[in-house]
């Protein structure tokens, strides 16, 4: 009797099963394929079943996270202190918070790296030697593979030179499908004279398909050391590198508007969905523009304006709870970046960082210090997407010198 | 249509090839398949490491429990455009086909060749499926996969406002 039961029940199980097959896939081939999918679709795909969003979400047994660290987000580090890199995620698994250092632990020299730029998945580590940069690592912080990485030796080091002449910053330029890379290195000259300290730019470019760089270049007279710098391809093959002097801007754009700013202004430059992005703002509003091409210009187009009150507003929602301490603080609002893919930027208030969605204006607090920031200081700060795939080919080491350095 | 297709194959690779090494897989229903060593090897793991293990191909019959005859004949008929093919683009776009025309012919497909470890033909085809799904809206997902909605309104509402970034 039993044997019976249990036969009909295997033979019911199995009609089923093959009812089903016309129309799902088994857990075990969906996890498979959900793994290899853009975050942005797993995201959306969380509404298709509760199944799907088990598997989809943050937390829980069944989550997809654990096989493939499709996540985005960003590095930020406090500036003038020794802290390390911290890493937070926008989305999704918002609980995903590291050290960078956890995921540099395999490089040579690690203890020295300090993060100068991050471009589609691949980091730019510079390696410190007294006070400046002897050599500097590309690499994809999710491979820890020896294959994924790379170092360029700089010959001559940085620290050779001269007294007057001071290694800035530098910026990794890659392309999503191609294994070549620029990284522009930027160096400042001060000169004293009659009206006090003027400082010059410079700025050189090495390239992994053409070996040595051979010239280093002078940027416009006026660029202060407060510059944003962004690469930005309009039909071209590589990108353009343009640096714009923030006080300048701002006032071009108080013009163009009309409008007197007040205060302190803000600006940040940045580059989303490929599109180069100008924010500023003030206590009092935000506003972003766009750089687009129309009738063979390019022009600044006005994209989003808001008042900045409600983002303070909520700010003080979450972290103030006594209301007269409160009365006479003058809260600023700074951009710290743009999302390289979604429609997001990231505002600092105090020191706290939020997520500003620009269609939906919902914001969200994504990572942060706890204390007030009165005299305004910003997080160091470079987005980042992940691309598990985002590799350079081999494990390969440039050797590239530095061009005569004379001023 | 399963017999069939059974033939074609057997004929083929032991009149084309008398002097290669083939072993025999066993489809789940009893059918059964001679294939080229160095052919299945190529993209099984499971079967290399099974030869290895054996010691030798003499006689070797492999079952095949999870898998049907139709499938199996299906996933050797691709296996077969892989190995003559260097680049993956025509086995992909024989994937492709199969998709568009029969999915779960082509779910079976990639349960089989899961499998039997085919690693790279695996990784082919869950790309060639994430790809189809990756521009889909929600809507067109689960009438893709006939999946039935078992939200109510507002739970729905609410993971939409969480995740509103995704859906711009």
């Known amino acids: 009797m039993a044997a019976t039961a249990n036969s009909l029940k295997i033979r019911r199980r199995r009609l089923c099963h093959s009812k089903c097959s016309r129309c799902s896939l088994p857990d075990d081939l969906l996890v498979q394929i959900l793994s290899r999918l853009p975050v942005k679709s797993t995201l959306r795909f969380r509404c298709v079943s509760k199944e799907w969003l088990a598997l989809l979400s943050d937390r829980g047994p069944h989550s997809v996270r654990y096989l493939c660290p499709t996540i985005c987000g960003f590095f930020y580090r406090r500036p003038h202190l020794a802290g390390s890199w911290q890493y937070a995620p926008i989305h999704p698994y918002k609980d995903h918070h590291f050290d960078l250092s956890n995921l540099t632990s395999h490089l040579p020299d690690h203890r020295n790296l300090n993060l100068l730029d991050s471009c589609n998945g691949l980091l730019l580590l510079g390696c410190r030697e007294n006070r400046s940069y002897k050599s500097m690592i590309i690499c994809n912080p999710f491979r820890n593979d020896e294959t994924n990485w790379v170092t360029i030796h700089i010959n001559g080091a940085l620290k050779q030179l001269s007294p007057l002449r001071h290694f800035v910053s530098a910026k990794l330029m890659t392309h999503r499908v191609s294994p070549h890379f620029k990284c522009v290195l930027l160096f400042e000259d001060y000169h004293f004279n009659e009206w006090g300290i003027e400082t010059i730019i410079w700025y050189t470019i090495l390239s992994s398909d053409r070996g040595q760089c051979h010239n280093i270049n002078h940027l416009s007279q006026d660029v202060s050391p407060m510059f944003g710098i962004y690469d930005i391809a309009f039909g071209d093959d590589y990108p353009k590198l343009c640096i714009v002097r923030e006080d300048e801007i701002d006032s071009v754009f108080c013009f163009a508007l009309n409008k007197s700013w007040t205060g302190r202004v803000r600006s940040l430059l940045g580059v989303s969905r490929g599109l180069a992005h100008f924010a500023f703002c003030d206590e009092h509003e935000l506003h972003i523009y766009i750089l687009v091409k129309e009738d063979g210009e390019r022009v600044w187009k006005l994209k989003h304006a808001c008042s900045s009150e409600p983002l303070i507003k909520k700010h003080k929602e979450l972290h103030r709870y006594r209301e007269d301490d409160d009365n006479e603080r003058v809260y600023s609002i700074l951009p710290l970046g743009f999302h390289p893919d979604f429609d997001v930027i990231f505002l600092q208030i105090e020191w706290r960082i939020y997520s500003f969605h620009l269609s939906s204006g919902s914001l969200d607090e994504v990572a942060g210090e706890r204390g007030a920031n009165p005299a305004g200081e910003k997080f160091l700060f470079h987005s980042f997407t992940v691309d598990p795939s985002a590799s350079l080919g081999e494990r390969r080491e440039y050797h590239m010198g530095l061009p005569q350095m004379d001023p | ?168």
């Open chain 2, 1 to 168: 249509m399963s017999t069939e297709s059974k033939e074609i194959l057997v004929g083929e690779s032991s009149q084309a090839k008398p002097e290669k090494k083939t072993i025999v897989l066993m489809a789940s229903d009893g059918d059964e398949f001679v294939v080229d060593v160095d052919d299945i090897t190529n993209q099984s793991e499971m079967i290399r490491n099974l030869i290895s293990d054996m010691g030798g191909t003499d006689g070797l019959q492999v079952p095949l429990l999870n898998v049907t005859a139709p499938v199996l004949a299906k996933l050797l008929e691709l296996f077969n455009v892989s190995n003559k093919n260097d680049d993956d683009e025509e086995v992909t776009q024989k994937v492709k086909e199969l998709m568009e025309a029969e999915l779960n012919m082509m779910i079976d497909v990639l349960g089989a060749a899961n499998y039997i470890e085919a690693t790279s033909f695996f990784d082919l085809s869950c790309k060639v499926l994430a790809d189809k799904f990756k521009g889909m809206s929600v809507e067109e997902v689960r009438e893709f996969l006939n999946i039935e909605c078992d939200f109510t309104e507002e739970e729905l509402q609410q993971i939409h406002a969480e995740n509103a970034w995704a859906f711009d």
